[in-house]
Protein backbone atom coordinates (compact mmCIF):
# COMPACT_ATOMS: atom_id res chain seq x y z
CA UNK A 1 0.00 0.00 0.00
CA UNK A 2 1.33 3.68 -0.92
CA UNK A 3 2.23 5.97 1.41
CA UNK A 4 -0.52 8.15 0.85
CA UNK A 5 -3.09 5.29 0.94
CA UNK A 6 -1.83 3.97 4.63
CA UNK A 7 -2.45 7.97 5.98
CA UNK A 8 -5.67 7.81 4.23
CA UNK A 9 -6.67 4.82 6.29
CA UNK A 10 -5.24 5.62 9.29
CA UNK A 11 -7.55 9.11 8.98
CA UNK A 12 -10.61 6.61 9.07
CA UNK A 13 -9.64 4.78 11.82
CA UNK A 14 -9.78 7.75 13.80
CA UNK A 15 -13.68 7.56 14.45
CA UNK A 16 -13.03 4.12 16.00
CA UNK A 17 -11.01 5.77 18.85
CA UNK A 18 -13.56 7.69 21.66
CA UNK A 19 -10.28 9.07 23.17
CA UNK A 20 -8.84 11.16 20.19
CA UNK A 21 -11.70 14.09 20.78
CA UNK A 22 -11.30 17.01 23.21
CA UNK A 23 -14.32 17.57 25.19
CA UNK A 24 -15.56 20.23 23.18
CA UNK A 25 -15.51 17.67 20.28
CA UNK A 26 -12.57 18.94 18.63
CA UNK A 27 -10.03 16.72 17.05
CA UNK A 28 -7.00 16.20 19.87
CA UNK A 29 -3.78 15.58 18.33
CA UNK A 30 -2.60 12.51 20.53
CA UNK A 31 1.25 11.80 20.12
CA UNK A 32 1.51 10.20 23.20
CA UNK A 33 1.04 6.16 21.78
CA UNK A 34 4.26 5.15 23.02
CA UNK A 35 3.04 5.86 26.54
CA UNK A 36 -0.27 4.13 26.53
CA UNK A 37 -2.57 4.02 23.36
CA UNK A 38 -5.35 5.05 22.84
CA UNK A 39 -8.70 2.50 23.07
CA UNK A 40 -10.92 1.78 19.86
CA UNK A 41 -14.54 1.43 20.83
CA UNK A 42 -14.52 -2.44 19.70
CA UNK A 43 -12.25 -2.75 23.14
CA UNK A 44 -14.16 -0.57 25.21
CA UNK A 45 -17.55 -2.85 24.50
CA UNK A 46 -15.64 -5.74 25.10
CA UNK A 47 -14.41 -4.81 28.09
CA UNK A 48 -17.93 -3.17 29.28
CA UNK A 49 -19.53 -6.40 28.28
CA UNK A 50 -17.42 -8.78 30.18
CA UNK A 51 -17.55 -6.42 33.44
CA UNK A 52 -21.80 -6.58 32.64
CA UNK A 53 -23.67 -9.54 30.98
CA UNK A 54 -20.84 -11.70 30.71
CA UNK A 55 -19.35 -11.73 34.54
CA UNK A 56 -18.55 -14.28 36.94
CA UNK A 57 -15.09 -15.52 37.80
CA UNK A 58 -12.75 -18.08 36.22
CA UNK A 59 -11.41 -21.87 36.54
CA UNK A 60 -13.04 -22.76 39.88
CA UNK A 61 -17.14 -21.71 38.96
CA UNK A 62 -19.49 -25.04 38.85
CA UNK A 63 -22.11 -22.66 36.72
CA UNK A 64 -22.63 -22.21 32.82
CA UNK A 65 -21.45 -18.44 33.13
CA UNK A 66 -18.01 -18.67 34.81
CA UNK A 67 -17.32 -21.83 32.29
CA UNK A 68 -17.94 -19.82 29.75
CA UNK A 69 -15.72 -17.01 30.95
CA UNK A 70 -13.23 -19.37 31.62
CA UNK A 71 -13.78 -20.68 27.78
CA UNK A 72 -13.23 -16.53 27.41
CA UNK A 73 -10.12 -16.36 28.97
CA UNK A 74 -8.23 -19.24 27.61
CA UNK A 75 -9.49 -17.86 24.05
CA UNK A 76 -7.48 -14.99 24.82
CA UNK A 77 -4.20 -16.73 25.72
CA UNK A 78 -5.03 -18.45 22.42
CA UNK A 79 -5.31 -15.49 20.65
CA UNK A 80 -2.43 -14.16 22.37
CA UNK A 81 -0.33 -17.45 21.57
CA UNK A 82 -1.02 -16.85 17.30
CA UNK A 83 -0.47 -13.48 17.72
CA UNK A 84 3.18 -13.65 18.81
CA UNK A 85 3.67 -17.01 16.72
CA UNK A 86 4.12 -19.11 19.82
CA UNK A 87 4.55 -22.94 19.53
CA UNK A 88 1.42 -23.36 22.79
CA UNK A 89 -0.67 -21.42 24.91
CA UNK A 90 1.62 -22.87 27.70
CA UNK A 91 3.85 -20.12 26.71
CA UNK A 92 1.88 -17.33 27.54
CA UNK A 93 1.79 -15.74 31.09
CA UNK A 94 -0.71 -13.27 31.43
CA UNK A 95 1.06 -10.58 34.52
CA UNK A 96 -0.24 -6.84 35.12
CA UNK A 97 2.23 -5.81 32.44
CA UNK A 98 6.13 -5.45 30.92
CA UNK A 99 7.29 -4.44 34.50
CA UNK A 100 5.70 -7.55 36.15
CA UNK A 101 6.55 -9.79 33.62
CA UNK A 102 10.37 -8.71 33.39
CA UNK A 103 10.03 -9.02 37.57
CA UNK A 104 8.31 -12.27 37.46
CA UNK A 105 11.72 -13.41 35.10
CA UNK A 106 14.28 -11.77 37.41
CA UNK A 107 13.06 -13.53 40.85
CA UNK A 108 11.67 -16.93 39.29
CA UNK A 109 14.36 -17.65 36.39
CA UNK A 110 17.62 -14.98 37.65
CA UNK A 111 17.36 -15.95 41.63
CA UNK A 112 17.95 -19.26 40.62
CA UNK A 113 20.19 -19.31 37.16
CA UNK A 114 22.42 -16.33 38.08
CA UNK A 115 24.86 -16.34 40.97
CA UNK A 116 27.76 -14.48 42.25
CA UNK A 117 30.49 -13.52 39.45
CA UNK A 118 27.78 -13.90 36.84
CA UNK A 119 27.24 -11.29 34.24
CA UNK A 120 24.18 -9.55 32.94
CA UNK A 121 24.23 -7.66 30.00
CA UNK A 122 21.82 -4.39 29.25
CA UNK A 123 22.23 -1.66 26.88
CA UNK A 124 22.02 2.31 27.43
CA UNK A 125 18.92 2.94 25.62
CA UNK A 126 17.13 0.58 28.49
CA UNK A 127 13.42 1.49 30.23
CA UNK A 128 14.32 1.31 33.78
CA UNK A 129 11.88 -1.67 33.84
CA UNK A 130 14.29 -3.25 32.57
CA UNK A 131 16.70 -1.95 34.69
CA UNK A 132 16.19 -2.05 37.98
CA UNK A 133 15.01 -5.89 39.02
CA UNK A 134 18.48 -6.75 37.31
CA UNK A 135 20.07 -4.00 39.90
CA UNK A 136 18.02 -6.24 42.40
CA UNK A 137 19.15 -9.58 40.88
CA UNK A 138 22.48 -8.40 41.23
CA UNK A 139 22.77 -6.97 44.49
CA UNK A 140 20.94 -10.24 45.97
CA UNK A 141 23.64 -12.58 43.95
CA UNK A 142 26.40 -10.34 43.51
CA UNK A 143 26.22 -10.57 39.96
CA UNK A 144 27.45 -8.04 37.12
CA UNK A 145 25.83 -5.78 34.82
CA UNK A 146 27.90 -4.87 31.88
CA UNK A 147 26.37 -2.54 29.55
CA UNK A 148 26.22 -2.33 25.93
CA UNK A 149 26.98 0.82 24.34
CA UNK A 150 24.81 2.48 21.45
CA UNK A 151 26.02 3.45 17.98
CA UNK A 152 26.91 6.72 16.97
CA UNK A 153 23.24 6.79 16.06
CA UNK A 154 21.88 5.70 18.97
CA UNK A 155 21.21 1.69 18.23
CA UNK A 156 22.73 -0.72 20.46
CA UNK A 157 25.69 -1.84 19.10
CA UNK A 158 25.67 -5.50 18.71
CA UNK A 159 29.60 -5.77 17.66
CA UNK A 160 29.94 -4.13 21.27
CA UNK A 161 27.53 -6.56 22.45
CA UNK A 162 29.81 -9.38 20.59
CA UNK A 163 32.90 -8.39 22.65
CA UNK A 164 30.92 -8.03 25.87
CA UNK A 165 29.54 -11.29 26.27
CA UNK A 166 31.08 -13.95 28.19
CA UNK A 167 31.02 -17.63 29.39
CA UNK A 168 29.93 -16.34 32.57
CA UNK A 169 27.18 -14.01 30.65
CA UNK A 170 23.70 -15.81 32.00
CA UNK A 171 21.37 -13.02 30.71
CA UNK A 172 21.30 -10.28 28.21
CA UNK A 173 18.21 -8.21 28.39
CA UNK A 174 17.07 -5.68 25.55
CA UNK A 175 14.40 -3.16 24.09
CA UNK A 176 13.15 -4.89 21.02
CA UNK A 177 12.22 -1.27 20.18
CA UNK A 178 13.78 1.77 22.68
CA UNK A 179 10.49 3.74 23.70
CA UNK A 180 12.66 7.06 23.80
CA UNK A 181 14.29 7.13 20.17
CA UNK A 182 12.56 4.35 18.26
CA UNK A 183 15.80 2.35 17.55
CA UNK A 184 15.19 -0.68 16.20
CA UNK A 185 17.55 -3.96 17.63
CA UNK A 186 17.84 -6.77 15.36
CA UNK A 187 16.48 -9.12 17.55
CA UNK A 188 17.11 -12.47 15.90
CA UNK A 189 21.04 -11.40 15.77
CA UNK A 190 21.55 -10.54 19.62
CA UNK A 191 19.89 -13.76 20.17
CA UNK A 192 22.15 -15.27 18.42
CA UNK A 193 24.69 -13.80 20.19
CA UNK A 194 23.59 -14.31 23.47
CA UNK A 195 23.27 -18.10 22.25
CA UNK A 196 26.80 -18.53 20.89
CA UNK A 197 27.62 -17.87 25.02
CA UNK A 198 25.09 -20.19 26.89
CA UNK A 199 23.36 -17.24 27.81
CA UNK A 200 19.50 -16.50 27.52
CA UNK A 201 17.93 -13.54 25.91
CA UNK A 202 14.81 -11.14 27.02
CA UNK A 203 13.51 -8.97 24.50
CA UNK A 204 11.68 -6.44 26.38
CA UNK A 205 9.01 -6.00 23.53
CA UNK A 206 6.88 -3.28 24.95
CA UNK A 207 7.30 -0.85 21.87
CA UNK A 208 7.85 -3.75 19.51
CA UNK A 209 4.86 -5.67 19.77
CA UNK A 210 2.07 -2.49 18.91
CA UNK A 211 4.17 -2.03 15.82
CA UNK A 212 5.55 -5.09 14.43
CA UNK A 213 4.34 -8.48 13.51
CA UNK A 214 5.93 -11.12 15.94
CA UNK A 215 7.77 -14.38 15.52
CA UNK A 216 8.69 -16.12 18.55
CA UNK A 217 10.19 -18.92 16.55
CA UNK A 218 12.15 -16.94 14.45
CA UNK A 219 13.15 -14.34 17.09
CA UNK A 220 14.49 -17.36 18.93
CA UNK A 221 14.32 -15.40 21.98
CA UNK A 222 13.59 -17.13 25.52
CA UNK A 223 11.70 -14.68 27.10
CA UNK A 224 9.49 -11.58 25.53
CA UNK A 225 7.72 -8.66 27.62
CA UNK A 226 4.78 -6.41 26.65
CA UNK A 227 1.94 -4.45 27.83
CA UNK A 228 -1.56 -4.59 26.96
CA UNK A 229 -1.82 -1.03 27.02
CA UNK A 230 0.36 0.16 24.34
CA UNK A 231 -1.38 -2.67 21.88
CA UNK A 232 -5.23 -1.06 22.23
CA UNK A 233 -6.01 -3.08 24.80
CA UNK A 234 -6.80 -2.14 28.50
CA UNK A 235 -4.03 -1.07 31.97
CA UNK A 236 -3.77 -3.92 34.34
CA UNK A 237 -2.42 -6.54 31.68
CA UNK A 238 0.73 -8.14 29.81
CA UNK A 239 2.71 -10.92 28.20
CA UNK A 240 5.22 -12.96 29.61
CA UNK A 241 5.75 -15.52 26.47
CA UNK A 242 8.94 -17.73 27.29
CA UNK A 243 9.81 -20.88 26.18
CA UNK A 244 7.99 -23.84 27.52
CA UNK A 245 10.82 -25.87 28.44
CA UNK A 246 12.13 -22.62 30.47
CA UNK A 247 8.92 -21.92 32.39
CA UNK A 248 8.60 -25.43 33.45
CA UNK A 249 11.90 -25.55 34.87
CA UNK A 250 11.52 -22.32 36.91
CA UNK A 251 10.01 -21.91 40.57
CA UNK A 252 7.03 -20.23 41.43
CA UNK A 253 7.04 -16.44 41.86
CA UNK A 254 3.87 -15.79 43.66
CA UNK A 255 2.49 -18.21 46.08
CA UNK A 256 -1.28 -18.28 46.39
CA UNK A 257 -4.62 -19.73 44.83
CA UNK A 258 -5.22 -20.69 41.31
CA UNK A 259 -0.87 -21.88 41.23
CA UNK A 260 -1.10 -25.34 42.97
CA UNK A 261 -1.25 -28.61 42.35
CA UNK A 262 -2.07 -29.88 46.06
CA UNK A 263 -1.68 -27.85 49.52
CA UNK A 264 -1.12 -29.56 52.71
CA UNK A 265 0.25 -27.81 55.34
CA UNK A 266 2.83 -30.53 55.36
CA UNK A 267 3.83 -29.58 51.12
CA UNK A 268 1.97 -27.80 48.54
CA UNK A 269 2.57 -28.85 44.72
CA UNK A 270 2.45 -26.51 42.14
CA UNK A 271 0.85 -26.07 38.94
CA UNK A 272 2.00 -26.73 35.70
CA UNK A 273 3.08 -23.61 33.28
CA UNK A 274 1.33 -21.33 32.67
CA UNK A 275 -1.38 -21.53 35.83
CA UNK A 276 2.07 -21.62 38.21
CA UNK A 277 2.35 -18.05 37.70
CA UNK A 278 -0.66 -17.07 37.69
CA UNK A 279 -1.66 -16.77 41.51
CA UNK A 280 -4.84 -15.05 42.40
CA UNK A 281 -7.57 -14.42 40.50
CA UNK A 282 -6.66 -13.38 36.86
CA UNK A 283 -7.32 -10.07 35.04
CA UNK A 284 -10.55 -11.33 33.71
CA UNK A 285 -11.83 -8.83 31.87
CA UNK A 286 -8.56 -7.01 30.78
CA UNK A 287 -7.54 -10.39 28.90
CA UNK A 288 -10.60 -10.15 27.12
CA UNK A 289 -10.47 -6.88 26.17
CA UNK A 290 -6.73 -7.99 25.24
CA UNK A 291 -8.41 -10.41 22.50
CA UNK A 292 -10.34 -7.75 21.31
CA UNK A 293 -7.42 -5.26 21.10
CA UNK A 294 -5.13 -8.05 18.95
CA UNK A 295 -8.36 -8.74 16.63
CA UNK A 296 -8.30 -4.67 15.98
CA UNK A 297 -4.64 -4.97 15.28
CA UNK A 298 -4.55 -8.04 13.53
CA UNK A 299 -7.38 -6.96 10.98
CA UNK A 300 -5.16 -3.96 10.24
CA UNK A 301 -1.97 -5.84 9.61
CA UNK A 302 1.08 -5.21 11.82
CA UNK A 303 3.74 -4.99 9.39
CA UNK A 304 1.41 -1.79 7.56
CA UNK A 305 1.10 -0.14 11.36
CA UNK A 306 5.06 -0.12 10.94
CA UNK A 307 5.88 0.91 7.91
CA UNK A 308 2.58 4.64 8.51
CA UNK A 309 4.33 5.12 11.60
CA UNK A 310 7.74 4.80 10.18
CA UNK A 311 6.73 7.30 7.20
CA UNK A 312 5.08 9.83 9.92
CA UNK A 313 8.51 9.26 11.90
CA UNK A 314 10.43 10.30 8.96
CA UNK A 315 8.19 13.21 7.77
CA UNK A 316 8.03 14.73 11.55
CA UNK A 317 12.04 14.71 11.61
CA UNK A 318 12.43 16.17 8.06
CA UNK A 319 9.80 19.12 9.20
CA UNK A 320 11.50 19.42 12.17
CA UNK A 321 15.08 19.78 10.68
CA UNK A 322 14.10 22.53 9.06
CA UNK A 323 13.69 24.48 12.53
CA UNK A 324 17.08 26.08 13.54
CA UNK A 325 17.03 25.34 17.28
CA UNK A 326 15.68 21.85 16.96
CA UNK A 327 18.21 18.98 18.06
CA UNK A 328 17.06 15.15 16.91
CA UNK A 329 17.98 11.80 18.42
CA UNK A 330 17.75 8.85 17.33
CA UNK A 331 18.55 6.70 14.39
CA UNK A 332 17.27 8.24 10.81
CA UNK A 333 15.16 4.90 10.12
CA UNK A 334 12.92 3.85 13.54
CA UNK A 335 9.73 2.70 14.64
CA UNK A 336 7.46 5.62 14.55
CA UNK A 337 8.76 7.40 17.69
CA UNK A 338 10.68 10.85 17.52
CA UNK A 339 12.39 12.10 20.37
CA UNK A 340 13.85 16.06 20.29
CA UNK A 341 15.20 19.14 21.83
CA UNK A 342 14.61 22.90 21.48
CA UNK A 343 17.48 25.31 22.16
CA UNK A 344 16.60 28.09 24.84
CA UNK A 345 12.95 25.60 25.46
CA UNK A 346 12.63 22.72 27.95
CA UNK A 347 10.26 20.04 26.95
CA UNK A 348 7.81 20.98 29.69
CA UNK A 349 7.30 24.37 28.73
CA UNK A 350 6.97 22.83 25.01
CA UNK A 351 4.40 20.16 26.28
CA UNK A 352 2.64 22.94 28.45
CA UNK A 353 2.45 25.10 25.18
CA UNK A 354 1.22 22.18 22.77
CA UNK A 355 -1.16 21.37 25.09
CA UNK A 356 -2.98 24.53 24.48
CA UNK A 357 -3.22 23.90 20.63
CA UNK A 358 -4.77 20.81 21.71
CA UNK A 359 -1.24 18.23 20.66
CA UNK A 360 -0.22 15.90 23.30
CA UNK A 361 3.17 14.85 23.56
CA UNK A 362 5.20 13.33 26.45
CA UNK A 363 8.26 15.50 27.57
CA UNK A 364 9.71 13.83 30.42
CA UNK A 365 13.36 11.41 30.99
CA UNK A 366 10.96 8.79 29.56
CA UNK A 367 11.65 6.28 32.55
CA UNK A 368 15.20 6.01 30.42
CA UNK A 369 17.78 8.05 32.79
CA UNK A 370 20.96 6.50 31.71
CA UNK A 371 20.03 7.07 27.92
CA UNK A 372 19.32 10.97 29.02
CA UNK A 373 22.93 11.28 30.11
CA UNK A 374 24.23 9.65 26.96
CA UNK A 375 22.75 12.20 25.17
CA UNK A 376 23.26 14.92 27.67
CA UNK A 377 19.92 16.26 27.78
CA UNK A 378 17.85 16.19 31.23
CA UNK A 379 14.90 15.64 29.10
CA UNK A 380 13.57 15.06 25.66
CA UNK A 381 10.19 15.63 23.84
CA UNK A 382 8.94 12.77 22.39
CA UNK A 383 6.38 12.46 19.87
CA UNK A 384 5.37 8.88 19.20
CA UNK A 385 2.19 7.71 16.28
CA UNK A 386 -0.04 5.36 16.61
CA UNK A 387 -2.19 3.61 14.26
CA UNK A 388 -4.73 6.31 14.39
CA UNK A 389 -1.97 8.90 13.50
CA UNK A 390 -1.55 10.97 10.58
CA UNK A 391 -0.52 14.39 8.80
CA UNK A 392 -3.30 16.71 10.76
CA UNK A 393 -1.41 15.26 13.63
CA UNK A 394 2.34 16.95 12.36
CA UNK A 395 1.10 20.02 11.14
CA UNK A 396 -0.78 21.01 14.73
CA UNK A 397 2.76 19.82 16.34
CA UNK A 398 4.62 22.03 14.08
CA UNK A 399 2.18 24.78 14.58
CA UNK A 400 2.68 24.69 18.05
CA UNK A 401 6.46 24.52 17.70
CA UNK A 402 6.72 27.98 15.66
CA UNK A 403 4.25 29.39 18.04
CA UNK A 404 6.31 28.16 20.57
CA UNK A 405 9.41 29.74 19.12
CA UNK A 406 8.10 32.78 18.53
CA UNK A 407 6.82 32.73 22.30
CA UNK A 408 10.95 32.13 23.36
CA UNK A 409 12.47 33.56 20.51
N1 LIG B 1 9.74 -1.09 28.43
C1 LIG B 1 9.51 -0.14 27.52
C2 LIG B 1 10.40 -0.05 26.30
C3 LIG B 1 8.45 0.75 27.70
O1 LIG B 1 8.20 1.68 26.78
C4 LIG B 1 7.65 0.63 28.86
C5 LIG B 1 6.51 1.61 29.13
N2 LIG B 1 6.85 2.94 28.90
C6 LIG B 1 7.91 -0.38 29.76
C7 LIG B 1 8.97 -1.23 29.52
C8 LIG B 1 7.09 -0.59 30.99
O2 LIG B 1 5.78 -0.91 30.65
P1 LIG B 1 4.61 -0.90 31.76
O3 LIG B 1 4.76 0.40 32.49
O4 LIG B 1 3.36 -1.00 30.96
O5 LIG B 1 4.84 -2.10 32.63
Not at 104 to 127: F, K, P, Q
Not at 152 to 166: F, K, M, N, S, V
Not at 394 to 402: K, S, T
Request: proline residues 5%; hydrophobic residues 45%.
Amino acid sequence: MSNTATLTHATAQRADFPGLLTPDGEPWHYLDTAATAQKPQAVIDAMSRALGRDYATVHRGVYGRSAQMTLGYEAARRRVADFMGARSDNEVVFVRGATEAINLVADSWGMTHIGEGDRIVLSTLEHHSNIVPWQMVAERTGAHIDVCPLTEDHRIDLGALEALLTPRTRLVSLAHVSNVLGSVLDGRRAADLAHSVGAKILLDGCQAAPRMALDMAALDCDFYAWSGHKLYGPTGIGVLWAREDILDAMPPWQGGGAMIDKVTFEKTTYAPPPQRFEAGTPMITEAIALHAAIDYVAARGPDRLFAHEAALANQLREELRNVNSVTLFGPEESAGIVSFAMEGVHPHDLGTILDEENVAIRAGHHCAQPLMEHLGVPATARASFGLYSDESDIAALMRGIERTQRIFG
